[in-house]
């Protein structure tokens, strides 16, 4: 950490800051400069109260040099984790589809969907049984019996079932039947659920909260993986900006960062990440391009009708073609789209 | 609503979304523009599925016209509903102020807080003991000893005790000590926390999540209301933005627009809100201006060594000065600061 | 335009208003809603003072209709428009790629780049002779040495020169030695320049600014193509928000919304989008998957030592190497990247 | 500034770093850390193209250590600066009011407007004669005539003139009419604008971009001061941010972080920074609260039929209404409202 004095700070003030790094058990480095005099902190910040000394006398700012998070950095881990359930897989070059619609709604609803989207080439299947919804006046979701409903639909495709945990009170239920636990946007920084799902022995795909910073996100990925669980799916979801042609900014450079960062494989939702349908193919195939592991994309049989995220969804014959589009990208960027067979282990 | 048609749509595709919209329970009139053709939708559009016609045929876009919140309404509750809480109050006139540490770290420095912001004319204390942290390696508070902390301080001094709540699981633990209980940024979207808030009979302090919308803001304090929780107040604590000079952007027109959409008192948080120390009394101040129904202020007796947001804490002086300026400008504006006797119960 | 009135809006000012828009030469249906009324307004609203309606009796909001843009629009002009200028063309299926350094810097350095991106695949070569820089004490530019530079290494290489102008005063000397005037993101809003632009001969590349909303950026092109120019490209370069992973955050989704919106090419820019150079290529071959109809790349011979921009700019290795990725990805969407002689006029 | 290396990073790399530190004219201070090696580089690094240094082998990141500008900065000249024109007057304690409408539409309007903001205690009229209008087929001004109409204003009244210029080559013209050159918030970085208003002899309103952070606002008054200019206002007027309820979020904590970081004064545009005639008065207020030096406000006869921004103009009896509320909170903060005659020279 470099501690930046203010341009009149006394000799005092400088001093007291040196030892205050150093009652932090970090090494002090004094450096004078033309302007200002900094204090560079070596050593281990992450589990001190460094920024409280921004509160220091003479202090301008505290800049951080170490990235906040340790377990999920590529640092410690070099190599690409791959995260791998059933016929799905995600990560190092294999790029898992994950497609489905917003809500569960009825058991013809989700078998249709499910046939469908296995047909195009997806490998699990996305669905919610417990809906968090912004209006307490929205459908909020089949709970348990719409995860019944997946777990149906698992056994007649070979699908991995995706489905979101809102609290952790419902770990233990969702996990009996998903495959892979979804942490929604909203629950990005739930730090109990977090734990929670960190201490299942089920996957996870953490959704980035639209605000958060990608150190951020980094940092929840953190919760779970040290409370023992590895399989954590990192999903960019699209950001809150000033834009109102999108619902969200899908940032796609996000992939490129968190491959450099992390480890752990990088999901993108068009679906979310736009909130138009008409946007979503195009964004696919790009997200594709660009090295995303995994895609997760809503579909729905009548996309006019459904309870929720109608507006966002594809049909069918949609969700085909891109698939197709994509299968044709990957390859490009010598990829490939993880297939039924293909990715199941040997 | 009002259903907003492509310019090359068809009479078929209207008709269409017509019968849409009357399968929705609404009535639909149709509006042939020079340009385009619009289809009002007229009747209560909350609890339909209106988002979804905008993947209708033919369908440009989808307008909602009726707010999305009811019970937080002003239209529904012209009168402004004051909250108040042993010798704290906020809202109609009131001006409340909660101050304190972030966290609870020791006796001393509680019932030192609560002594020193009780003096400069506080009415209630804050003081985390359930602590959300962004970093699974920073201080994660002291739990239910910390309750019982500030349970001792509201004893010695009289002090209503606003502590935050992280969990549904934890609202009973938390209701058996504090006297409001704080529902984090972070937390503003956890339905299943906001519904089990709802269901106690303690205060609620909901804050605005970094990215929330106002919309979305009101929504989660349905969730609450509709629960049988008429005790909430608003806390704007500043939204995420471009801007690096601050650690989030302390909009304070949120208070005047709130003021026009609902009988809720809005309290402003001028320490996350801005991110430094020296920047809090001038918002602080302005907040009061601006028409505030409260304030939440981060008070620590040695900034510098707080176990968290030390950047961002007033010491004990520099409190009871920002107090004394409050006072002054609350006056200004035909208003008051509620003081330990002044807003007792008759 | 929908006028909403208030909830408890009177008669007289639901007739009051009714005149208003009448005498805006609109005409005027009424609709009496459940919960408030809405007046519709039907007819040309761009031409008239239509926001002022809100500050009107009454009234909660005014909604606009219409898109606020004509020229620029796909119903008005329904074939995509190519802009051609020498071997370079962009639009209708033809991706072109313009690179070169951020700034002239010397002939060896202009002489040297211009090879080197031809050689790699471009047919138009960047750089900058003008230069907008946010500090008064940073690099300038060459100014018109610079241009003449270009001129040079336009008549060496045959590859069309795109170059900034940044003021209406240079545009008469900066289009006698360019072949495509750059409207940086700075001057989107620059309408002396906008006129001055459109008044002119040479075809322009109109950056978007970093907050504008995507109307903002067509209604700036509208400017340009009402002066009579229609060779425009619209360049999407990022936007601000609170991500500080990136310097600017680059939403693809906009070459998708441009698409459906506007006839004009839109170009992607990787260099500024990200402001980091390894990420440059990811996002350039993401572009090309999303359907972009050119890239401007920053290209520089030793990024190091660039007198601006050195940490977004590919060495000529890089950019070879991306352009080779960009082919395999337009040919897997079924575009081409333009070259040299394929794209030159019959 | 810091050169943060890579945790990896060579001894070579490291040593080249150095090397191009040096040849910069700054000392290098290398610090082994725990975990990465940090190069501290000391000097001015103001005038390098310090920046290029992240294309450098082996580094992860540069952290630059100064403020970017210099005449601006409050280290060279401690004590503030106070704008004075006429009757007007701005900085060191004394709050400047500008009020008038959006645009001068006609004699009749900008003569009732000017006696009307006269009369509720502004010392400057404010009034458009060359509009910068998002759309080409809105209202562009009166232009010179407008000009003209403002100066037969300031004649009758003495109010000192505000008006905007929108272009390098109108400077002449508006300086010949205005006492005070207002950069409108689109044009805060056209470079040859800023140089030409810094040549000039008028006082200069730069108002801060949307998207601008603060140390490019800075940035852009440098480049005015460093032309010769010293009576320079910064005029805060709104952000582009994700909140759709106001048009442009004003955050008043710019306030208290520019009187820390400039001598310059600062004014807040409670019109511009909302949207809404509505949350004026109450933003006017708190800024004063906050500390702001002045305040411009748009003022209208008849807001529903403006020309421009009848959605955000206060009518007359509002605007003595909010003049009342603001001179009794500067009262409350120990400032006062610059009036006709008190402000002006001796």
Same mark, same amino acid.
């Given at each position: #950490?470099?501690?930046?004095?203010?341009?009149?700070?006394?000799?005092?003030?400088?001093?007291?800051?040196?030892?205050?790094?150093?009652?932090?058990?970090?090494? !002090?480095?004094?450096?004078?400069?033309?302007?200002?005099?900094?204090?560079?902190?070596?050593?281990?910040?992450?589990?001190?109260?460094?920024?409280?000394?921004?509160?220091?006398?003479?202090?301008?700012?505290?800049?951080?040099?170490?990235?906040?998070?340790?377990? =999920?950095?590529?640092?410690?881990?070099?190599?690409?984790?791959?995260?791998?359930?059933?016929?799905?897989? =995600?990560?190092?070059?294999?790029?898992?589809?994950?497609?489905?619609?917003?809500?569960?709604?009825?058991?013809?609803?989700? #078998?249709?969907?499910?046939?469908?989207?296995?047909?195009?080439?997806?490998?699990?299947?996305?669905?919610?049984?417990?809906?968090?919804?912004?209006?307490?006046?929205?459908?909020?979701?089949?709970?348990?019996?719409?995860?019944?409903?997946?777990?149906?639909?698992?056994?007649?495709?070979?699908?991995?079932?995706?489905?979101?945990?809102?609290?952790?009170?419902?770990?233990?239920?969702?996990?009996?039947?998903?495959?892979?636990?979804?942490?929604?946007?909203?629950?990005?920084?739930?730090?109990?659920?977090?734990?929670?799902?960190?201490?299942?022995?089920?996957?996870?795909?953490?959704?980035?909260?639209?605000? !958060?910073?990608?150190?951020?996100?980094?940092?929840?990925?953190?919760?779970?993986?040290?409370?023992?669980?590895?399989?954590?799916?990192?999903?960019?979801?699209?950001?809150?900006?000033?834009?109102?042609?999108?619902?969200?900014?899908?940032?796609? =450079?996000?992939?490129?960062?968190?491959?450099?960062?992390?480890?752990?494989?990088?999901?993108?939702?068009?679906?979310?990440?736009?909130?138009?349908?008409? #946007?979503?193919?195009?964004? !696919?195939?790009?997200?594709?391009?660009?090295?995303?592991?995994?895609?997760?994309?809503?579909?729905?049989?009548?996309?006019?009708?459904?309870?929720?995220?109608?507006?966002?969804?594809?049909?069918?014959?949609?969700?085909?073609?891109?698939?197709?589009?994509?299968?044709?990208?990957?390859?490009?960027?010598?990829?490939?789209?993880?297939?039924?067979?293909?990715? =199941?282990?040997?």
């Amino acid at each position: #950490m470099i501690v930046v004095m203010e341009k009149d700070a006394t000799d005092e003030q400088i001093q007291h800051m040196v030892e205050r790094v150093q009652e932090m058990g970090l090494k !002090a480095h004094v450096i004078q400069g033309t302007e200002r005099t900094v204090i560079a902190a070596v050593g281990d910040e992450r589990a001190t109260k460094a920024e409280a000394l921004e509160s220091g006398p003479g202090v301008s700012k505290v800049l951080p040099i170490l990235a906040p998070y340790k377990v =999920a950095s590529r640092e410690l881990k070099p190599e690409p984790t791959q995260v791998q359930v059933g016929g799905f897989a =995600a990560g190092a070059g294999v790029v898992g589809v994950i497609a489905g619609p917003c809500s569960v709604e009825s058991e013809e609803q989700i #078998m249709a969907s499910a046939e469908a989207v296995k047909r195009a080439g997806a490998t699990a299947l996305r669905g919610g049984a417990f809906k968090p919804r912004t209006s307490p006046y929205s459908f909020q979701g089949m709970k348990e019996d719409g995860l019944k409903l997946l777990a149906q639909a698992r056994e007649a495709t070979g699908l991995a079932v995706v489905t979101e945990v809102m609290s952790s009170e419902e770990v233990d239920l969702v996990a009996r039947y998903a495959d892979v636990l979804q942490i929604g946007a909203r629950n990005m920084q739930n730090y109990r659920l977090l734990e929670a799902v960190g201490k299942c022995h089920r996957a996870v795909l953490l959704k980035r909260g639209p605000s !958060a910073t990608v150190d951020e996100f980094l940092l929840a990925a953190e919760y779970i993986l040290n409370e023992g669980n590895p399989n954590v799916m990192l999903c960019e979801r699209g950001i809150r900006t000033f834009e109102n042609h999108t619902r969200f900014t899908l940032p796609l =450079a996000t992939v490129t960062y968190l491959h450099k960062k992390t480890h752990l494989p990088v999901i993108i939702d068009p679906s979310h990440g736009t909130g138009h349908a008409y #946007m979503v193919p195009d964004m !696919a195939v790009a997200a594709v391009a660009a090295g995303a592991d995994g895609l997760i994309i809503e579909v729905h049989p009548d996309p006019e009708t459904a309870a929720s995220d109608g507006y966002q969804s594809l049909n069918f014959e949609q969700f085909a073609a891109t698939m197709q589009r994509c299968r044709r990208v990957a390859e490009a960027v010598d990829r490939r789209i993880c297939a039924m067979d293909a990715c =199941a282990p040997a």
